[in-house]
């Protein structure tokens, strides 16, 4: 789902909700904006600290981390870096396909997208004001323990 | 002087940032880009998904979220909420917001962990990328393992877990 669709959506039930009762629109409008300032200052942390990151960690330098022959250190390496940052998917999978073009293996672009995709180190905080402490870190722990199965099956089974 | 303390760690990112740029133009000129298209895309999303949140919040009864996702809703809850992750857009911490709403008005726990695997792995959007930039055969391997494992991941923290521990914040 594109931007232009997701806000044409919300416009609709918008203006349906409006109609039938304005009070319970202004609540909801009220918790949406509630919502977003008590959480805007992780993200915006999180936002700036990625932008360095990504600046310094630049898809050159980790295609040179996982790429051609780099082996099971390559594979460790991805699980690593993938589990820390936060890449938007339209970059995630480009970059992906350029490193299997570049010589990476199936193994350790498994290893990159699947951590990429369930564990965040970086948005940790974020999780852990959602729910708590424990939860964050043990679904985070398993979705770890799940890209590395997913990568030795992907290593077995495609490379 | 509140403000500032909220967003202390912003600052503090800023600051190296700037002094990034000191050390070197490039890096420091690049992550300022990078940044801002991050934040671009989180304010495209963000606002969206919380007005629907709270949409959802007003009009959608407890009764009807306990009926789809609560205690007794069994297998067919699981396929609610893989149907729900797989229509889903946007990052993980988009459905944090989501997932805390549904706990709220009644949602069973184990539910909503599945509903959070579901969301890293079988995203339609998502999928279909990946399918165009790793193969086929890559994707339908990773959903094959993600789902049933995120279904068992889901019960044992569910198990370790007391669902009236969890802060569940979404609009304080």
């Known amino acids: 789902m594109n931007n232009p669709i997701l806000y044409l959506i919300i416009l609709i039930l918008l203006t349906v909700s409006f109609?039938?009762?304005?009070?319970?629109?202004?609540?909801?409008?009220l918790k949406a904006w509630k919502s977003f300032t008590n959480i805007l200052p992780e993200v915006l942390s999180i936002m700036i600290f990625v932008g360095i990151l990504l600046a310094?960690?630049?898809?050159?330098?980790?295609?040179?981390?996982?790429?051609?022959?780099?082996g099971l250190l390559g594979v460790i390496t991805a699980l690593l870096v993938g589990s820390i940052t936060l890449i938007p998917s339209f970059i995630t999978f480009p970059l992906a396909a350029t490193l299997l073009k570049a010589g990476a293996g199936y193994a350790q672009v498994a290893a990159f997208v699947s951590t990429l995709m369930s564990v965040g180190l970086i948005t940790l905080p974020v999780e852990i004001k959602y729910f708590n402490k424990r939860t964050a870190i043990l679904r985070n722990g398993f979705s770890f323990i799940v890209a590395i199965l997913f990568t030795i099956v992907v290593w077995q089974v495609m490379n | 002087m509140k403000m500032l303390l909220k967003y202390k760690y912003s600052i503090v990112w800023i600051i190296i940032m700037i002094g990034l740029y000191f050390f070197n133009n490039n890096l420091g000129h690049k992550a300022y880009?990078?940044?801002?298209?991050?934040i671009k895309e989180m304010l495209l999303f963000l606002p969206a998904i919380f007005i629907l949140v709270g949409l959802l919040d007003v009009w959608v009864p407890k009764e009807t979220i306990i009926k789809l996702m609560g205690e007794q809703s069994g297998i067919k809850g699981f396929v609610i909420?893989?149907?729900?992750?797989?229509?889903?857009?946007g990052p993980l911490y988009v459905a944090f917001p989501?997932?805390?709403?549904?706990?709220?008005k009644g949602a069973r726990l184990a539910h909503i962990l599945f509903f959070l695997g579901a969301w890293t792995s079988t995203k339609l959007p998502i999928a279909l990328y990946e399918i165009?930039?790793?193969?086929?055969?890559?994707?339908?391997?990773?959903?094959?393992?993600?789902?049933?494992?995120?279904?068992?991941i889901a019960f044992i923290i569910e198990k370790?877990?007391?669902?009236?521990?969890?802060?569940m914040i979404h609009e304080k």
Do not use: C
């Not at chain 2, 880009?33 to 991050?38: A, D, L, P």
């Not at chain 2, 997932?99 to 709220?104: D, V």
């Open chain 1, 19 to 29: 109609i039938k009762d304005r009070a319970k629109t202004k609540k909801a409008l």
């Open chain 1, 56 to 70: 310094i960690l630049s898809p050159e330098t980790i295609s040179q981390l996982i790429g051609t022959q780099s």
């Open chain 2, 33 to 38: 880009r990078i940044t801002v298209s991050n």
């Open chain 2, 81 to 89: 909420v893989l149907l729900l992750a797989t229509v889903a857009a």
């Open chain 2, 98 to 104: 989501i997932a805390t709403m549904l706990l709220k």
């Open chain 2, 132 to 152: 165009a930039s790793l193969g086929l055969k890559f994707t339908l391997l990773h959903i094959a393992i993600s789902i049933p494992a995120f279904l068992l």
């Open chain 2, 160 to 167: 370790i877990v007391p669902k009236d521990s969890l802060n």
